[in-house]
């Protein structure tokens, strides 16, 4: 049995051969250090950074050993994990770089003396691999529970819609209009939003149309439009009829009432602008002359109206900006990541086809419909989009610290409408990394399609905005993140020692105003490329610095990570328990009352003590019949119908009965006496009156004598 387990194990045989006690000695004494210290980690993922920053600070790790067939269920579930949080996950799993440092084995060493010792310090990639609920208070974890409500699409779209709660921000101002399709009122809410939206582009292609200043693409298809004139003379076909230009003018009147709150007298019986059969052939018409060329009737009039109507929108549609004239839209399939599924579409059937075709993701309420950004602002005619760290370290109250470097990331085509391809619309890198570059895109743009931040500035510089950087950007995307956290705070599960590093993708309209596109839990530190390599190492390290040195040291250098908002703290009154009052005046009387007994006791007791006496020989002496009379006079007065006064019956010996106390008549007019023996209040009338008369006889003689 030994002689096949040192079989199938000759690894361990060899390493006690060689075993150098001098490195055993000092393995377990960094071992025994770090037990006393509480510095015992674990890792979950390929961080190198991570383990080696915590090596260097006196920290041993604990390894999680498993077999192959554990790993490749691991990865499996950390796949869709990654699905479900929406976030980034790190394709390459493998520890060979941790291998390759620990060359003489003295890590391992350490990793197997305290093998049965509680860990302090978890970094997984993945917040399902360890359940917060079974950790210490000590125990300090990388990832918070239920981070879905804002690092997923879906939750993302629904939580800023309560900012209005939380904040006086508008989520128009820096997230684009989001719905999900699989939730009957949004997918009608969607359905609108694109008729509007149809309008409004419909009006800016007649007021550029006009003007000669749209861009590229709207400018190729005007020219299209005056080289087919001829073409559609000759073929007879007639021109789209200006009525939809004042039907669209109608719908944009209608939107901004309902902004300004004048249609709230407006009746719920009339009538909408448009029917559904007059909203699809309006539709069909948008198409030809956006999407097709098709040419329209127009006049000075509808242009002069169009260019009013567009600027009392811009006044109160943040987004009017960008949204273009081709009325895109994105489809996101929540329960995906690294850009996986997502697609971009400019026709409403393709749009409501699309999703339905995957009936799981729609039962799920997993797809998201997001209006697409179509007048971004391009670097050398080519788009890109900023990923942002920011680091939480407390939810309540709410801690968030920004990180002050970020990085770009560049499509591999050129920017262009004519075609919707992800190679030119999606700036992921999981997507374009396998991507040849155009040799139509700027020879500035390197071959790894990254830049830093301060090659981003030094174009900007170029460009006369540098400023803008530091005015615009850095403090949109502030205020995004911000927002976003507070919408979510009821939603998390707070754990102290807990705190969690997460990537923001932000895009840049023309004017430079940041709008947020989606957060991602667990994002990749991969080093991909030159920019990833020195910039990731650089955040894991600093995250550190935050969470563990400055926990010894308040002034400890953070790096480049910056405090941007830490909550109030919310003031608890000191609890002192239940205040309990008694008001009341105190009762005068001559001489101090007795306790009241039952009147069968109270000679008793005052000739000695009790003595034991046969129930059955004791007999109760009948009262007046006065007192009998008024008595049953009282009780008949609560009766419907009235009987007759019956005589008084003759006294029958009756057991001894345990005494009945009640409360005084005299303390409280608002109390009412409650017997505690259990007899009705009716019953015992009688008793009570005679037991009064008794009790104020016996005081008086007391009194006298």
Same mark, same amino acid.
């Given at each position: 049995?030994?002689?096949?387990?040192?079989?199938?194990?000759?690894?361990?045989?060899?390493?006690?051969?060689?075993?150098?006690?001098?490195?055993?000695?000092?393995?377990?004494?960094?071992?025994?250090?770090?037990?006393?210290?509480?510095?015992?980690?674990?890792?979950?993922?390929?961080?190198?950074?991570?383990?080696?920053?915590?090596?260097?600070?006196?920290?041993?790790?604990?390894?999680?050993?498993?077999?192959?067939?554990? /790993?490749?269920?691991?990865?499996?579930?950390?796949?869709?994990?990654?699905?479900?949080?929406?976030?980034?996950?790190?394709? +390459?799993?493998?520890?060979?770089?941790?291998?390759?440092?620990?060359?003489?084995?003295?890590?391992?060493?350490?990793?197997?003396?305290?093998?049965?010792?509680?860990?302090?310090?978890?970094?997984?990639?993945?917040?399902?691999?360890?359940?917060?609920?079974?950790?210490?208070?000590?125990?300090?974890?990388?990832?918070?529970?239920?981070?879905?409500?804002?690092?997923?699409?879906?939750?993302?779209?629904?939580?800023?819609?309560?900012?209005?709660?939380?904040?006086?921000?508008?989520?128009?101002?820096?997230?684009?209009?989001?719905?999900?399709? /699989?939730?009957?009122?949004?997918?009608?809410?969607?359905?609108?939003?694109?008729?509007?939206?149809?309008?409004?582009?419909?009006?800016?292609?007649?007021?550029?149309?006009?003007?000669?200043?749209?861009?590229?693409?709207?400018?190729?298809?005007?020219?299209?439009?005056?080289?087919?004139?001829?073409?559609?003379?000759?073929?007879?076909?007639?021109?789209?009829?200006?009525?939809?230009?004042?039907?669209?003018?109608?719908?944009?009147?209608?939107?901004?009432?309902?902004?300004?709150?004048?249609?709230?007298?407006?009746?719920?019986?009339?009538?909408?602008?448009?029917?559904?059969?007059?909203?699809?052939?309006?539709?069909?018409?948008?198409?030809?002359?956006?999407?097709?060329?098709?040419?329209?009737?127009?006049?000075?009039?509808?242009?002069?109206?169009?260019?009013?109507?567009?600027?009392?929108?811009?006044?109160?549609?943040?987004?009017?900006?960008?949204?273009?004239?081709?009325?895109?839209?994105?489809?996101?399939?929540?329960?995906?990541?690294?850009?996986?599924?997502?697609?971009?579409?400019?026709?409403?059937?393709?749009?409501?086809?699309?999703?339905?075709?995957?009936?799981?993701?729609?039962?799920?309420?997993?797809?998201?419909?997001?209006?697409?950004?179509?007048?971004?602002?391009?670097?050398?005619?080519?788009?890109?989009?900023?990923?942002?760290?920011?680091?939480?370290?407390?939810?309540?109250?709410?801690?968030?610290?920004?990180?002050?470097?970020?990085?770009?990331?560049?499509?591999?085509?050129?920017?262009?409408?004519?075609?919707?391809?992800?190679?030119?619309?999606?700036?992921?890198?999981?997507?374009?990394?396998?991507?040849?570059?155009?040799?139509?895109?700027?020879?500035?743009?390197?071959?790894?399609?990254?830049?830093?931040?301060?090659?981003?500035?030094?174009?900007?510089?170029?460009?006369?905005?540098?400023?803008?950087?530091?005015?615009?950007?850095?403090?949109?995307?502030?205020? /995004?993140?911000?927002?976003?956290?507070?919408?979510?705070?009821?939603?998390?599960?707070?754990?102290?020692?807990?705190?969690?590093?997460?990537?923001?993708?932000?895009?840049?309209?023309?004017?430079?105003?940041?709008?947020?596109?989606?957060?991602?839990?667990?994002?990749?530190?991969?080093?991909?490329?030159?920019?990833? /390599?020195?910039?990731?190492?650089?955040?894991?390290?600093?995250?550190?610095?935050?969470?563990?040195?400055?926990?010894?040291?308040?002034?400890?250098?953070?790096?480049?990570?910056?405090?941007?908002?830490?909550?109030?703290?919310?003031?608890?009154?000191?609890?002192?328990?239940?205040?309990?009052?008694?008001?009341?005046?105190?009762?005068?009387?001559?001489?101090?009352?007795?306790?009241?007994?039952?009147?069968?006791?109270?000679?008793?007791?005052?000739?000695?003590?009790?003595? +034991?006496?046969?129930?059955?020989?004791?007999?109760?002496?009948?009262?007046?019949?006065?007192?009998?009379?008024?008595?049953?006079?009282?009780?008949?007065?609560? +009766?419907?119908?009235?009987?007759?006064?019956?005589?008084?019956?003759?006294?029958?010996?009756?057991?001894?009965?345990?005494?009945?106390?009640?409360?005084?008549?005299?303390?409280?007019?608002?109390?009412?006496?409650?017997?505690?023996?259990?007899?009705?209040?009716?019953?015992?009338?009688?008793?009570?009156?005679?037991?009064?008369?008794?009790?104020?006889?016996?005081?008086?003689?007391?009194?006298?004598?």
């Amino acid at each position: 049995m030994d002689a096949t387990r040192s079989a199938t194990r000759p690894e361990a045989k060899v390493s006690r051969s060689v075993l150098n006690p001098d490195r055993l000695r000092t393995a377990k004494a960094y071992a025994d250090k770090a037990v006393k210290m509480h510095k015992i980690f674990s890792i979950q993922g390929p961080y190198p950074v991570i383990r080696a920053a915590l090596r260097a600070r006196g920290w041993v790790e604990k390894r999680m050993l498993c077999s192959k067939k554990q /790993a490749q269920r691991r990865l499996c579930s950390e796949g869709r994990a990654s699905s479900d949080n929406g976030g980034d996950s790190d394709e +390459e799993n493998s520890d060979d770089a941790e291998k390759e440092q620990d060359t003489n084995g003295l890590h391992d060493l350490m990793s197997r003396i305290v093998r049965n010792e509680m860990v302090y310090f978890h970094w997984t990639n993945r917040r399902n691999v360890i359940s917060a609920n079974i950790l210490q208070k000590e125990q300090i974890i990388n990832h918070f529970a239920k981070a879905g409500s804002f690092a997923t699409k879906a939750g993302l779209c629904v939580n800023l819609r309560n900012l209005h709660w939380f904040d006086s921000a508008d989520p128009d101002t820096f997230f684009p209009r989001c719905y999900r399709l /699989a939730a009957q009122d949004e997918r009608h809410a969607f359905i609108e939003d694109y008729r509007r939206t149809a309008c409004t582009s419909l009006l800016k292609y007649i007021a550029e149309r006009d003007q000669d200043i749209q861009g590229e693409g709207t400018s190729h298809n005007i020219q299209a439009v005056c080289g087919q004139r001829k073409q559609r003379k000759q073929r007879s076909k007639p021109l789209v009829n200006s009525q939809m230009i004042n039907s669209a003018l109608k719908v944009c009147q209608e939107y901004l009432e309902s902004l300004e709150h004048s249609d709230i007298d407006t009746s719920l019986e009339t009538p909408h602008t448009l029917t559904q059969e007059e909203w699809a052939e309006f539709i069909d018409s948008y198409y030809l002359v956006v999407h097709g060329g098709a040419q329209i009737e127009t006049s000075d009039y509808f242009v002069s109206s169009c260019k009013a109507m567009l600027q009392r929108l811009e006044e109160n549609s943040p987004q009017l900006g960008i949204g273009g004239i081709q009325n895109i839209w994105i489809i996101k399939p929540g329960a995906k990541s690294r850009g996986r599924g997502i697609k971009c579409a400019k026709r409403l059937d393709q749009i409501l086809s699309l999703v339905d075709s995957d009936p799981t993701l729609v039962k799920d309420s997993k797809w998201v419909v997001q209006k697409y950004i179509e007048r971004p602002l391009l670097v050398h005619g080519t788009k890109f989009d900023l990923r942002q760290w920011f680091l939480v370290t407390d939810w309540n109250p709410l801690t968030v610290w920004f990180y002050k470097k970020c990085y770009l990331r560049f499509s591999t085509q050129p920017y262009s409408l004519d075609t919707l391809d992800s190679s030119v619309h999606l700036c992921n890198n999981s997507i374009q990394k396998h991507l040849r570059p155009s040799e139509q895109r700027h020879r500035d743009i390197p071959v790894d399609n990254m830049w830093l931040d301060e090659e981003f500035r030094a174009f900007l510089a170029s460009q006369g905005k540098a400023a803008q950087w530091e005015t615009v950007v850095v403090p949109g995307m502030k205020k /995004a993140v911000i927002h976003t956290l507070q919408t979510a705070q009821d939603l998390m599960e707070s754990r102290k020692n807990t705190f969690e590093l997460y990537g923001a993708d932000f895009m840049l309209g023309c004017d430079l105003h940041p709008w947020l596109i989606e957060i991602n839990a667990s994002p990749t530190m991969a080093p991909s490329t030159p920019v990833t /390599a020195s910039l990731c190492a650089a955040v894991q390290e600093d995250t550190l610095r935050v969470v563990l040195d400055r926990r010894v040291d308040r002034a400890a250098n953070t790096g480049d990570f910056q405090l941007i908002f830490r909550q109030a703290a919310v003031e608890v009154p000191q609890y002192i328990g239940i205040n309990l009052l008694v008001e009341g005046c105190a009762i005068k009387s001559p001489c101090p009352l007795p306790p009241l007994k039952s009147s069968h006791r109270s000679a008793t007791n005052r000739r000695g003590p009790i003595k +034991e006496k046969d129930p059955s020989g004791e007999k109760v002496m009948p009262l007046p019949k006065m007192r009998l009379k008024s008595a049953e006079l009282k009780n008949n007065s609560r +009766e419907a119908l009235p009987t007759p006064l019956l005589p008084p019956e003759p006294p029958v010996p009756r057991p001894v009965q345990p005494p009945t106390l009640y409360l005084p008549m005299t303390v409280n007019k608002s109390v009412k006496s409650v017997p505690l023996g259990g007899v009705s209040p009716s019953g015992i009338l009688w008793k009570r009156q005679a037991e009064v008369s008794n009790v104020c006889l016996e005081t008086v003689q007391r009194c006298t004598t």
